[in-house]
């Protein structure tokens, strides 16, 4: 029988929606408006694209958008007096610096120097520390939507053994923290993994995250698994496409993320979601 489907634009909707209201009753309750900055150096299409998208989405969910865009000159010291004054603004209550930036800016010198308190995208070590931890504040919305959405299934994580292929510092390692958290058991794996496919085919949840197209297949998936797709790749046709080959897991699997359509809406619904949460702490709601 073919997979259910973990429906990511369905639950992003939904996630918008209650972010909406709850922004509403905190301007009727405490007079605060939920800030984003979003910074945005040089003219990479592809950036422009992603930060109009998660403006759009922040002003449906009630959320005050503060737009900079600043030329692919900007020195990084000028980046950094722009973000301490954001750090200094109470009307902000998020801090999105997009990536990449420009080659002479040193991305980790910039996003160190985002507050930890504002941390939209929870990438800043403070952050990252909190939730190794296991106290985490902010978590980076790439993860925490995964997590969702396998929460959404129904499929309890605890005690569950989870694979995760994928290492990256944004994704492979706080997915893996956040599973850990959850009581599941938890293997991460990456280019030196040896004889991936049988650990894949050990995973009751496979998580993939490694950018390379359709590179899961059927034979590594167990019967009825959990697999969530975090991969963006285009085909040589130049459409859109996963990590994970979709037709042919499918048929293995018991629940499975698209794309286009999964991780992708739940990753800006989450940043959002951290925004409005910095703004409740802010209030003294949380
Ligand atoms: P990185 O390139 O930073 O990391 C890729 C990871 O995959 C590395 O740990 C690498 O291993 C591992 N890897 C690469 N090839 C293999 C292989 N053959 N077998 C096992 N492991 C392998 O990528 P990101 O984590 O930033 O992103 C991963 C994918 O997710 C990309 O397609 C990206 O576009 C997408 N993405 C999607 C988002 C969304 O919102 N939908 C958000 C963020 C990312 P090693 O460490 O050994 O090199």
Not at 82 to 99: R, S
Not at 150 to 167: D, L, M, P, Y
Not at 190 to 195: G, R, V, W
Not at 246 to 270: D, L
């Amino acid at each position: 029988m073919a997979a259910q489907l973990i429906d990511g634009k369905v639950l992003a909707q939904q996630v918008r929606d209650r972010l909406a209201q709850e922004s509403a009753e905190l301007l009727a309750k405490k007079g605060i408006v939920p800030g984003l900055a979003t910074i945005l150096v040089g003219d990479d299409p592809a950036s422009h694209v992603y930060v109009k998208n998660k403006q759009k989405a922040c002003e449906m969910a009630g959320i005050y958008v503060d737009d900079h865009k600043l030329p692919a000159s900007t020195s990084q010291a000028e980046l950094l007096a722009l973000i301490e004054k954001k750090n200094a603004d109470p009307k902000i209550h998020g801090i999105l610096v997009q990536l990449p930036l420009p080659k002479h800016i040193d991305s980790k010198v910039i996003l160190e120097a985002v507050s930890p308190l504002k941390d939209a995208d929870g990438f800043h070590p403070y952050n990252f520390g909190r939730l190794v931890e296991g106290h985490p504040v902010f978590e980076a919305c790439t993860p925490k939507g995964v997590i969702k959405m396998i929460e959404s299934s129904g499929v309890s994580i605890e005690g569950k053994r989870a694979v995760v292929v994928g290492r990256s510092n944004i994704v492979g390692k706080p997915l893996a923290l956040m599973l850990l958290q959850r009581n599941a058991t938890v293997t991460i794996c990456h280019s030196k993994t040896k004889d991936l496919p049988a650990v894949c085919r050990e995973a009751d949840l496979l998580l993939v995250a490694i950018g390379k197209a359709k590179f899961v297949t059927a034979d590594m998936v167990r019967e009825g698994a959990v697999v969530i797709d975090v991969g963006t790749n285009k085909t040589p046709e130049g459409k859109l496409c996963g990590d994970v080959d979709f037709e042919s897991v499918r048929q293995k699997a018991g629940w499975i993320s698209p794309v286009p359509g999964g991780v992708g809406p739940m990753t800006i619904a989450m940043l959002l979601e951290n925004t409005v949460e910095s703004a409740k702490r802010a209030a003294g709601l949380k």
